[in-house]
Every structure is written in C-alpha cells, then in structure tokens.
C-alpha cells in the first residue's frame, strides 16, 4: 500500500521511523502515515488535521481513506518535546487553545459519550475477570465518569496529546501530530497529559497540569476524573491484560 501511495502521490520513500501502530514513512518534505486498522482511535485522524488546517498541528496535504493513508507535513528537525529542554507545560498551555474546534453535524467523529458507554461495560468486566487488580474505590470513581459523559458535549478533544506527539518544526516552533480525536467534554483534552505526567512525574506533575488547563478554563475536577477515568479505559491489552503503569497513573491522578 505504501508503494501504491508513493505512485499516486508521486514520492520517493525513505527509512520508516519506528511507530507501533502505523507504518510513517518520511517522504521529502512530507510524511506517508497508513494507519492498522486495527487502531480504530486514529479512524478520524486526518478529519481532525484538516479542521484545524495547519494551526498548531501537522497540515494534512492529502488523504486516502480507502488505504488509511495520509501524506501530511513534515517537522523538521522532528525532536519530540519531551526530549528537549523545554517546559512542556509552557509549550502545550500555548498550542492548546488553538485547537479549540467545535464540529457541527453531521461530522464523522465518534462521540466521547459513546466511548464512555463502552468503557463503562469494558472496564468493570476486565477488573473482575483479572480478579480486582486494584482497589475498586478508582474503579467506581472511573464508572462515575463514565457514567456522567455529557453526551451535549461539542468539543472536539484529542485523546492522545502528550509531550511524544509535540514535534520541533520550522514552520512554527512545535506542532501536534497523531491525534486520536473524539467529540465530547473539552476536559477530556486532558487525558493523554496526565497519564504521561504521571508515569513520568508523579502526583506533583500531574498537579501541574491540572492547574495550568484550569488556567485555560477546563474545569480541574471533571479534567482529573477524565484522567484517572481514561487511563483504565486505555490500560488493558488483549493479550497482555491490564497495563501496571496505567493503573499506577489513575491512582496517581486521582489523588491529585
């Protein structure tokens, strides 16, 4: 497929970069993503990119759904945030509001609300069958969550923003990539920060971040039990059953 994509869009394929659930093939000055369709969260990918058409994340130069392929920007020099120097926080707290987007329908993104209806069902079933993991006061405390979704929610919200999908670039300082998009409660902008925060930082990061996206107007409460909430609903494999670091994570927030 990426051959097929090289021929219609005319590039000259380079090494891939090393991505789990994507094949990312650098092309000149732009970038071959076909994403497994498996990896049903990046369905919508390309949707959200051209939303927000270049205005603090990767511009989205073409798309072919059929193959689940885009062709988008390139970030040069590419550095993940998270392995500068710079204050993330800092960094984020500036792209954030930039990306407020507020889809109307009909528009082809799933629903926050409905996913927490799924993870509602998922996690409490995959906590009994691991034999109750970890204390059931997070479990309820995610189900709560869920449970409240705000299915009249219109924000669009990246559920995978973190300081790995911050690239350095020319164009402007830093731009997001590989969102996972949703519509929903914009607290839930959040989870990917937090999650990542805590298995980095512990309770004091995740802190941080709660009161830098209180600054910029998401409600710190809903944003903390979003992020403990979410890491469960992200912290099982189908093989490998719950993730230690995640349930570690949605303790850490939740006793922020």
């Known amino acids: 497929m990426a051959e097929k994509c090289a021929k219609q869009w005319r590039l000259e394929l380079e090494e891939p970069f090393d991505t789990p659930h994507s094949l990312v093939v650098p092309a000149g000055d732009a970038v071959l993503k076909l994403n497994a369709p498996s990896h049903f969260e990046a369905d919508h990918e390309a949707e959200a990119l051209a939303r927000w058409g270049g205005d603090g994340a990767v511009r989205l130069i073409a798309h072919d759904e059929e193959r689940r392929a885009l062709l988008i920007e390139r970030c040069r020099p590419g550095m993940p945030l998270w392995d500068t120097d710079e204050d993330d926080v800092a960094v984020v707290a ?12 009909p528009h082809p993104f799933r629903r926050l609300a409905h996913e927490a ?23 309820e405390l995610a189900c709560d969550v869920f449970r409240s979704a705000d299915s009249r929610a219109v924000a669009l919200v990246n ?3 973190h300081g790995g999908n911050v690239l350095r670039a020319e164009r402007t300082p830093w731009l997001v990539i590989d969102p996972k998009p949703l519509v929903g409660e914009r607290e839930a902008n959040g989870v ?20 830098a996206l209180a600054q910029l107007g998401l409600d710190r409460d809903r944003t903390l039990g979003w992020g403990a909430a979410h890491a469960l609903a992200w912290g099982w494999d189908e093989k490998q059953g719950w993730w230690g670091r995640s349930i570690e994570a949605a303790r850490l927030i939740a006793s922020a």
């Open 94 to 105: 500036e792209l954030l509001p930039r990306l407020w987007n507020e889809p109307e329908d």
């Open 192 to 211: 990917g920060l937090l999650r990542n925060a805590a298995m980095d930082g512990g309770v004091d990061a995740v802190r941080r971040w709660l009161d």
């Open 159 to 161: 559920q995978d923003l």
């Open 117 to 139: 209806e799924r993870w509602l069902v998922d996690v409490p079933q995959r906590y009994d069958a691991a034999g109750e993991p970890f204390d059931r006061r997070l479990l």
